[in-house]
Protein backbone atom coordinates (compact mmCIF):
# COMPACT_ATOMS: atom_id res chain seq x y z
CA UNK A 1 0.00 0.00 0.00
CA UNK A 2 0.92 3.34 -0.02
CA UNK A 3 3.03 4.84 2.32
CA UNK A 4 0.06 7.22 3.77
CA UNK A 5 -2.05 4.77 3.78
CA UNK A 6 0.39 2.26 5.67
CA UNK A 7 1.47 5.01 8.16
CA UNK A 8 -2.50 5.56 8.95
CA UNK A 9 -3.25 1.51 9.45
CA UNK A 10 -0.25 1.16 11.57
CA UNK A 11 -0.40 3.80 13.77
CA UNK A 12 -4.19 3.65 14.17
CA UNK A 13 -3.82 -0.14 15.23
CA UNK A 14 -1.01 0.18 17.32
CA UNK A 15 -1.75 3.29 19.57
CA UNK A 16 -4.67 5.34 18.54
CA UNK A 17 -7.91 3.94 20.50
CA UNK A 18 -10.44 5.63 19.40
CA UNK A 19 -13.29 7.36 22.97
CA UNK A 20 -16.50 5.38 22.96
CA UNK A 21 -18.25 7.94 21.51
CA UNK A 22 -16.61 7.85 18.08
CA UNK A 23 -17.04 4.23 17.99
CA UNK A 24 -19.48 4.26 15.34
CA UNK A 25 -18.87 7.66 13.90
CA UNK A 26 -20.38 7.79 10.09
CA UNK A 27 -17.19 9.96 8.32
CA UNK A 28 -16.24 13.00 9.41
CA UNK A 29 -15.90 14.86 6.05
CA UNK A 30 -17.83 15.40 2.86
CA UNK A 31 -19.85 12.06 3.36
CA UNK A 32 -20.83 12.27 -0.22
CA UNK A 33 -17.31 11.49 -1.52
CA UNK A 34 -16.73 8.76 0.57
CA UNK A 35 -17.69 6.36 -2.13
CA UNK A 36 -16.22 3.79 -3.90
CA UNK A 37 -14.14 4.46 -7.16
CA UNK A 38 -12.35 2.77 -10.17
CA UNK A 39 -10.07 -0.29 -9.54
CA UNK A 40 -7.99 -2.86 -11.60
CA UNK A 41 -6.83 -6.46 -11.06
CA UNK A 42 -3.43 -7.62 -11.10
CA UNK A 43 -1.46 -11.03 -10.51
CA UNK A 44 1.13 -10.05 -7.66
CA UNK A 45 3.92 -10.27 -10.64
CA UNK A 46 1.74 -7.53 -12.46
CA UNK A 47 0.10 -9.20 -15.03
CA UNK A 48 -4.24 -8.04 -15.09
CA UNK A 49 -6.45 -10.64 -14.02
CA UNK A 50 -10.04 -10.28 -12.56
CA UNK A 51 -12.15 -10.97 -9.32
CA UNK A 52 -13.14 -13.87 -10.85
CA UNK A 53 -9.65 -15.50 -11.07
CA UNK A 54 -9.16 -14.08 -7.35
CA UNK A 55 -12.33 -16.13 -6.67
CA UNK A 56 -11.30 -19.24 -8.41
CA UNK A 57 -7.87 -19.65 -7.09
CA UNK A 58 -9.02 -19.46 -3.78
CA UNK A 59 -10.57 -22.67 -3.69
CA UNK A 60 -7.12 -24.17 -3.76
CA UNK A 61 -6.42 -22.75 -0.55
CA UNK A 62 -7.51 -23.31 3.48
CA UNK A 63 -6.93 -19.41 4.19
CA UNK A 64 -7.35 -16.07 1.98
CA UNK A 65 -5.62 -12.87 3.67
CA UNK A 66 -7.25 -9.71 2.05
CA UNK A 67 -5.11 -6.85 3.23
CA UNK A 68 -6.76 -3.40 3.26
CA UNK A 69 -6.00 -0.13 3.95
CA UNK A 70 -8.72 1.12 6.60
CA UNK A 71 -9.53 4.59 4.71
CA UNK A 72 -10.55 3.15 1.53
CA UNK A 73 -14.19 2.83 0.37
CA UNK A 74 -13.16 0.88 -2.72
CA UNK A 75 -11.53 -1.72 -0.49
CA UNK A 76 -14.29 -2.34 1.50
CA UNK A 77 -16.41 -2.79 -1.07
CA UNK A 78 -14.26 -5.54 -2.81
CA UNK A 79 -13.80 -7.14 0.79
CA UNK A 80 -17.73 -7.29 0.84
CA UNK A 81 -17.43 -8.80 -2.75
CA UNK A 82 -15.01 -11.27 -2.08
CA UNK A 83 -16.70 -12.81 0.91
CA UNK A 84 -20.05 -13.04 -1.45
CA UNK A 85 -18.04 -14.68 -4.40
CA UNK A 86 -16.36 -16.94 -2.19
CA UNK A 87 -19.96 -17.90 -0.18
CA UNK A 88 -21.39 -18.03 -3.71
CA UNK A 89 -18.49 -20.45 -5.16
CA UNK A 90 -17.55 -22.67 -2.05
CA UNK A 91 -20.03 -22.29 0.94
CA UNK A 92 -23.72 -22.01 -0.34
CA UNK A 93 -25.70 -25.14 -0.65
CA UNK A 94 -25.75 -24.48 -4.35
CA UNK A 95 -22.04 -23.88 -5.10
CA UNK A 96 -20.71 -25.63 -8.00
CA UNK A 97 -17.80 -27.51 -5.84
CA UNK A 98 -20.08 -30.45 -4.96
CA UNK A 99 -19.55 -30.65 -0.92
CA UNK A 100 -19.83 -27.36 0.27
CA UNK A 101 -17.42 -25.95 2.40
CA UNK A 102 -17.69 -24.13 5.91
CA UNK A 103 -16.45 -20.29 4.53
CA UNK A 104 -16.01 -18.13 7.48
CA UNK A 105 -14.78 -14.51 8.15
CA UNK A 106 -11.89 -13.41 10.36
CA UNK A 107 -11.63 -9.86 10.86
CA UNK A 108 -9.05 -7.77 12.82
CA UNK A 109 -11.48 -5.66 13.65
CA UNK A 110 -13.09 -7.28 16.39
CA UNK A 111 -10.72 -8.33 19.71
CA UNK A 112 -10.68 -11.65 20.47
CA UNK A 113 -12.28 -11.08 24.23
CA UNK A 114 -15.82 -9.97 22.24
CA UNK A 115 -16.22 -13.31 20.88
CA UNK A 116 -18.92 -14.59 22.49
CA UNK A 117 -20.97 -11.07 22.23
CA UNK A 118 -20.39 -11.57 18.83
CA UNK A 119 -21.42 -15.36 18.69
CA UNK A 120 -24.36 -14.05 20.10
CA UNK A 121 -25.25 -11.47 17.97
CA UNK A 122 -24.98 -13.79 15.11
CA UNK A 123 -27.32 -16.32 16.70
CA UNK A 124 -30.51 -13.61 17.00
CA UNK A 125 -29.76 -13.76 20.36
CA UNK A 126 -29.46 -10.03 21.40
CA UNK A 127 -30.38 -6.96 19.37
CA UNK A 128 -27.57 -5.47 17.03
CA UNK A 129 -27.56 -2.32 19.75
CA UNK A 130 -26.51 -4.51 22.33
CA UNK A 131 -23.85 -6.43 19.98
CA UNK A 132 -22.35 -2.78 18.98
CA UNK A 133 -22.78 -1.28 22.12
CA UNK A 134 -20.69 -4.17 23.74
CA UNK A 135 -18.43 -5.34 21.10
CA UNK A 136 -16.43 -2.14 21.15
CA UNK A 137 -16.19 -2.07 17.04
CA UNK A 138 -13.57 -0.75 15.51
CA UNK A 139 -14.58 3.51 14.18
CA UNK A 140 -16.39 3.63 10.60
CA UNK A 141 -17.99 -0.06 11.52
CA UNK A 142 -21.27 1.30 9.87
CA UNK A 143 -20.01 1.81 6.70
CA UNK A 144 -17.07 -0.23 6.30
CA UNK A 145 -17.49 -3.62 8.35
CA UNK A 146 -21.16 -4.16 8.66
CA UNK A 147 -21.62 -5.52 5.46
CA UNK A 148 -19.64 -7.93 6.33
CA UNK A 149 -20.94 -8.75 9.35
CA UNK A 150 -24.26 -8.73 8.39
CA UNK A 151 -23.84 -10.92 5.03
CA UNK A 152 -22.13 -13.45 7.78
CA UNK A 153 -25.23 -13.44 10.28
CA UNK A 154 -27.37 -13.56 7.14
CA UNK A 155 -26.09 -16.71 5.43
CA UNK A 156 -24.97 -18.51 8.76
CA UNK A 157 -21.14 -17.66 8.46
CA UNK A 158 -18.78 -18.32 11.56
CA UNK A 159 -16.84 -14.93 12.50
CA UNK A 160 -13.71 -14.33 13.72
CA UNK A 161 -12.88 -11.91 16.23
CA UNK A 162 -8.95 -12.52 15.62
CA UNK A 163 -7.24 -9.40 17.36
CA UNK A 164 -5.44 -9.14 20.82
CA UNK A 165 -7.15 -7.12 23.33
CA UNK A 166 -5.95 -3.31 22.30
CA UNK A 167 -5.46 -2.94 26.35
CA UNK A 168 -2.90 -5.58 26.14
CA UNK A 169 -1.32 -4.29 22.91
CA UNK A 170 -1.00 -1.17 24.46
CA UNK A 171 0.59 -2.83 27.87
CA UNK A 172 3.33 -4.23 25.65
CA UNK A 173 3.96 -1.02 23.98
CA UNK A 174 3.97 0.81 27.14
CA UNK A 175 6.51 -2.09 29.35
CA UNK A 176 7.37 -4.77 26.61
CA UNK A 177 6.12 -7.66 25.83
CA UNK A 178 7.67 -9.74 28.64
CA UNK A 179 4.69 -7.60 30.80
CA UNK A 180 2.21 -9.74 29.52
CA UNK A 181 3.11 -12.89 31.98
CA UNK A 182 1.83 -10.48 34.79
CA UNK A 183 -1.41 -11.06 33.42
CA UNK A 184 -3.93 -13.94 34.80
CA UNK A 185 -4.71 -17.23 32.63
CA UNK A 186 -8.28 -15.61 31.96
CA UNK A 187 -6.62 -12.50 30.91
CA UNK A 188 -4.23 -14.05 28.81
CA UNK A 189 -6.74 -16.81 26.96
CA UNK A 190 -7.76 -14.05 24.40
CA UNK A 191 -4.53 -13.64 23.19
CA UNK A 192 -1.45 -16.36 21.86
CA UNK A 193 0.00 -18.81 23.80
CA UNK A 194 2.77 -16.80 25.65
CA UNK A 195 5.85 -16.30 24.48
CA UNK A 196 4.37 -15.20 21.11
CA UNK A 197 6.64 -15.49 18.14
CA UNK A 198 9.77 -12.99 17.41
CA UNK A 199 8.98 -10.20 14.43
CA UNK A 200 10.93 -12.27 11.68
CA UNK A 201 13.81 -9.58 10.02
CA UNK A 202 11.71 -9.05 6.54
CA UNK A 203 9.24 -7.69 9.00
CA UNK A 204 11.82 -5.57 11.10
CA UNK A 205 12.92 -4.43 7.83
CA UNK A 206 8.81 -3.20 7.02
CA UNK A 207 8.65 -1.88 10.33
CA UNK A 208 12.28 0.23 10.37
CA UNK A 209 11.23 1.39 6.90
CA UNK A 210 7.37 2.46 7.73
CA UNK A 211 9.18 4.32 11.07
CA UNK A 212 11.61 6.39 9.02
CA UNK A 213 8.55 7.56 6.33
CA UNK A 214 6.64 8.31 10.12
CA UNK A 215 9.47 10.69 11.35
CA UNK A 216 10.31 12.43 7.76
CA UNK A 217 6.21 13.62 8.06
CA UNK A 218 6.26 15.52 11.59
CA UNK A 219 5.35 18.55 11.82
CA UNK A 220 3.81 18.13 8.25
CA UNK A 221 -0.17 17.76 7.26
CA UNK A 222 -0.59 17.03 3.54
CA UNK A 223 2.57 17.87 2.11
CA UNK A 224 2.90 21.08 4.31
CA UNK A 225 4.35 22.06 7.06
CA UNK A 226 2.05 22.06 10.11
CA UNK A 227 1.70 25.64 10.82
CA UNK A 228 2.52 26.83 14.66
CA UNK A 229 2.06 29.85 16.94
CA UNK A 230 5.92 32.14 16.95
CA UNK A 231 7.74 30.45 19.94
CA UNK A 232 5.72 27.32 20.37
CA UNK A 233 8.23 24.45 19.63
CA UNK A 234 6.53 21.63 20.71
CA UNK A 235 3.62 22.22 18.59
CA UNK A 236 4.72 19.81 15.71
CA UNK A 237 6.85 17.32 17.99
CA UNK A 238 2.77 16.74 19.23
CA UNK A 239 1.14 16.19 15.97
CA UNK A 240 3.83 13.31 15.33
CA UNK A 241 1.50 10.22 16.09
CA UNK A 242 1.67 8.76 19.38
CA UNK A 243 4.61 6.53 20.08
CA UNK A 244 6.77 8.34 17.22
CA UNK A 245 9.38 8.90 19.61
CA UNK A 246 9.73 6.24 22.26
CA UNK A 247 9.36 2.63 22.90
CA UNK A 248 10.53 1.71 19.37
CA UNK A 249 11.35 -2.09 20.00
CA UNK A 250 7.84 -1.88 21.85
CA UNK A 251 6.07 -0.82 19.94
CA UNK A 252 7.22 -3.78 16.90
CA UNK A 253 6.38 -6.38 19.58
CA UNK A 254 2.68 -5.04 20.03
CA UNK A 255 2.20 -4.78 16.36
CA UNK A 256 3.51 -8.98 16.66
CA UNK A 257 1.24 -9.72 19.20
CA UNK A 258 -1.21 -8.69 16.94
CA UNK A 259 0.09 -10.60 14.38
CA UNK A 260 0.23 -13.66 16.11
CA UNK A 261 -2.69 -13.44 17.97
CA UNK A 262 -5.01 -12.81 14.63
CA UNK A 263 -2.90 -16.06 13.43
CA UNK A 264 -3.30 -18.11 15.96
CA UNK A 265 -7.59 -17.96 16.50
CA UNK A 266 -7.36 -18.16 12.47
CA UNK A 267 -5.69 -21.88 13.18
CA UNK A 268 -7.84 -22.66 16.14
CA UNK A 269 -10.73 -22.44 13.99
CA UNK A 270 -9.35 -24.44 11.56
CA UNK A 271 -8.68 -26.88 14.16
CA UNK A 272 -12.04 -27.35 14.55
CA UNK A 273 -13.22 -27.19 10.88
CA UNK A 274 -10.25 -28.41 8.83
CA UNK A 275 -12.32 -28.24 5.66
CA UNK A 276 -12.50 -24.37 5.70
CA UNK A 277 -12.26 -21.56 3.70
CA UNK A 278 -10.96 -18.66 6.18
CA UNK A 279 -11.30 -15.02 4.30
CA UNK A 280 -9.20 -13.17 7.33
CA UNK A 281 -9.72 -9.19 6.41
CA UNK A 282 -6.70 -6.82 7.90
CA UNK A 283 -4.44 -4.23 7.39
CA UNK A 284 -1.80 -4.68 4.46
CA UNK A 285 1.01 -4.04 6.97
CA UNK A 286 -0.01 -7.08 8.92
CA UNK A 287 0.19 -9.79 5.46
CA UNK A 288 2.07 -7.52 2.43
CA UNK A 289 4.84 -9.31 1.31
CA UNK A 290 3.75 -12.62 3.11
CA UNK A 291 5.44 -11.55 6.34
CA UNK A 292 3.56 -11.08 9.65
CA UNK A 293 0.32 -12.80 10.34
CA UNK A 294 0.70 -15.66 7.11
CA UNK A 295 3.91 -16.13 9.33
CA UNK A 296 2.74 -16.50 12.48
CA UNK A 297 -0.03 -18.97 11.13
CA UNK A 298 2.96 -20.95 9.55
CA UNK A 299 3.93 -21.62 12.66
CA UNK A 300 0.47 -22.31 14.52
CA UNK A 301 -0.49 -24.60 11.60
CA UNK A 302 2.58 -26.16 9.41
CA UNK A 303 1.10 -26.96 5.70
CA UNK A 304 -1.90 -24.11 5.74
CA UNK A 305 -2.50 -23.34 2.17
CA UNK A 306 -2.46 -19.42 2.00
CA UNK A 307 -3.48 -16.88 -0.52
CA UNK A 308 -2.88 -13.27 -0.33
CA UNK A 309 -4.59 -10.45 -1.59
CA UNK A 310 -3.49 -6.84 -1.25
CA UNK A 311 -5.74 -3.77 -2.03
CA UNK A 312 -3.48 -0.60 -2.90
CA UNK A 313 -4.75 2.68 -2.96
CA UNK A 314 -2.66 4.38 -5.89
CA UNK A 315 -2.51 7.73 -8.11
CA UNK A 316 -3.79 5.65 -11.14
CA UNK A 317 -4.81 2.05 -10.93
CA UNK A 318 -3.97 1.41 -14.67
CA UNK A 319 -0.35 1.53 -13.71
CA UNK A 320 0.99 -1.21 -11.86
CA UNK A 321 3.09 -0.31 -8.69
CA UNK A 322 5.46 -3.19 -7.59
CA UNK A 323 6.78 -4.29 -4.28
CA UNK A 324 10.18 -2.66 -3.51
CA UNK A 325 11.47 -6.21 -3.01
CA UNK A 326 9.47 -9.36 -4.14
CA UNK A 327 6.17 -9.27 -4.49
CA UNK A 328 2.97 -7.70 -2.47
CA UNK A 329 1.10 -10.97 -2.43
CA UNK A 330 -0.80 -13.20 -5.02
CA UNK A 331 -2.90 -10.88 -6.13
CA UNK A 332 -3.30 -6.54 -6.31
CA UNK A 333 -6.06 -4.60 -6.68
CA UNK A 334 -4.81 -1.11 -7.09
CA UNK A 335 -7.88 1.20 -5.78
CA UNK A 336 -8.32 4.76 -6.70
CA UNK A 337 -6.41 6.56 -3.89
CA UNK A 338 -8.19 10.24 -4.51
CA UNK A 339 -11.22 8.28 -2.62
CA UNK A 340 -9.97 7.74 1.38
CA UNK A 341 -10.95 9.15 3.32
CA UNK A 342 -7.00 10.40 4.03
CA UNK A 343 -7.26 12.20 0.70
CA UNK A 344 -10.78 13.75 1.09
CA UNK A 345 -9.16 15.26 4.33
CA UNK A 346 -6.52 17.15 2.48
CA UNK A 347 -8.52 18.36 -0.25
CA UNK A 348 -10.51 19.87 2.29
CA UNK A 349 -7.65 21.15 4.37
CA UNK A 350 -5.96 22.78 1.50
CA UNK A 351 -8.55 24.06 -0.22
CA UNK A 352 -9.21 25.65 3.66
CA UNK A 353 -5.99 27.74 3.02
CA UNK A 354 -5.04 25.75 5.99
Known amino acids: MNSASTLTAL???????????????????????????????FTGAGEPASIQAIIAEMGHHQVVFIGESHDDPTGHMLEATLLRGAYEAYGAASSSVGTARAVALSLEFFQRDVQPILDEYLADLISERAFRLDSRPWPRYESDYRPLVEFSKDNGLAVIAANAPRRYASRVSASGRE???????????????????Q????????WIQTISEVMQQEGMKCGLPIPTPEGDETAAHAAAPAGAHD?????????????????????????K?????????VGGFHVARRTGTPEHLATYRPGTSQMIILLRPVADVTVFEPAPDGEWGDFVI??????????IECRDYLESGN
Open 247 to 271: NMGNQLHSQVLWDATMAYWISEHLA
Open 179 to 197: SLLDLSADARSSLAPLPYG
Open 334 to 343: QTDASRTLEQ
Open 273 to 281: EPNALVLHM
Open 199 to 206: PSDAYRDQ
Open 11 to 41: WLAAAMAPPAHAQDAPPETRDSAYVAGEYRV
